[in-house]
């Protein structure tokens, strides 16, 4: 049975589609089959962060209206053929589809054919965000540490709760350890206590994010140790507890100085 996960936030621009782009890459590289679904319609943008743009002919919409095969819109990933991506529309308007037709296309894509399905989350609380939940049974709930986004999650997460889906983890995304360490930050713990919900990850903000975006190249495909990435390594952890490995998480209070020693440690839960 395909595990169907919404990755969703509340606030924009914390996070989401880097995150489902990066755990659909990272899943697809342990040989898991995985579909990866953009559900925002009116800002598509997964397919930029997959750099499968240009292969885009047929979305969501025309399989919805009968006009192509669910395989005609599907578009396999050039480097992992185990990762497709069901693209949205962009031309159109943000409340295109209904939450029963985001169950249909799920129900197409088959309980049988993947391991994961990913569903990536428009920001907000609205239509969107209904139709992203609306066929999902666990949630991945983004949010960056600060007050504005944790207050979104929140909501988020009683929403979820609300609309029967108890299986949610937490990844908290853009930490500056060393903001935190001087209390400009909140910290892992002080999210989490308010969210109270079990933490899956915590991803550095990291400037390789924003070149890996640009480029269409998810983090978690770099081979090159000099193209290695804090948040690459923690986005490959959080796949790992996905798949319900043990894995330590960064410790954010080290002394500064030895900071990111420690934190290359952690990511090596072996040693
Ligand atoms: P959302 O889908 O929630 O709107 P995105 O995944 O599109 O958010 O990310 C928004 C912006 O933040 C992008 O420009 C992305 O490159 C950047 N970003 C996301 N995560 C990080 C990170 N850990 N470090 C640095 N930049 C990040
Ligand atoms: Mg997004």
Redesign the pocket.
């Known amino acids: 049975m395909a595990r169907i996960i919404v990755v969703t ?1 509340g606030k ?8 489902t782009a990066n755990l659909g890459m990272a899943l697809a590289k342990r040989g898991r089959s995985v579909a990866v679904i953009d559900a925002d319609f009116g800002l598509r ?1 997964l397919d930029l962060l997959l750099g499968l743009e240009n292969r885009i002919v047929y979305t969501a919409l025309e399989v919805l209206a009968g006009e192509c095969r669910l395989e005609q819109a599907l578009v396999k990933d050039k480097r992992q053929s185990r990762l497709v991506l069901l693209p949205a529309a962009q031309t159109r308007m943000k409340d295109a589809i209904t939450a029963e037709q985001m169950k249909q296309l799920v129900g197409m894509l088959g309980d049988k054919k993947y391991d994961y399905i990913l569903i990536d989350s428009p ?1 907000g609380i609205e239509q969107g965000f209904q139709n992203a939940i609306a066929p999902a049974k666990e949630a991945l709930v ?1 949010t960056t540490p600060e007050i504005s986004a944790v207050r979104d999650a929140d909501r988020i997460v009683g929403l979820l709760e609300a609309n029967g889906i108890r299986n949610a983890h937490l990844i908290i ?2 930490i500056k350890p060393a903001m935190v360490a001087q209390d400009k930050m909140m910290s892992v713990r002080d999210v989490q206590e308010i969210l109270a919900i079990p933490l899956i990850g915590v ?5 390789k ?2 070149v890996s ?1 640009n480029r269409g190249e998810p983090l978690v495909l770099a081979s090159e140790p000099s193209q290695q990435s804090l ?1 690459g390594q923690a986005l490959q952890n959080i796949v790992r507890r996905l798949e319900g490995e043990k894995v330590p998480f960064l410790d954010l209070t080290p002394p500064p100085d030895h900071f990111f020693s420690r934190l290359r440690r952690l990511f090596q839960p072996s040693e």
């Open positions: 936030s924009g621009g914390v996070g989401k589609t880097t995150s943008n920001a983004v995304n853009r991803i550095p903000d990291d400037e994010v924003i975006t948040a």
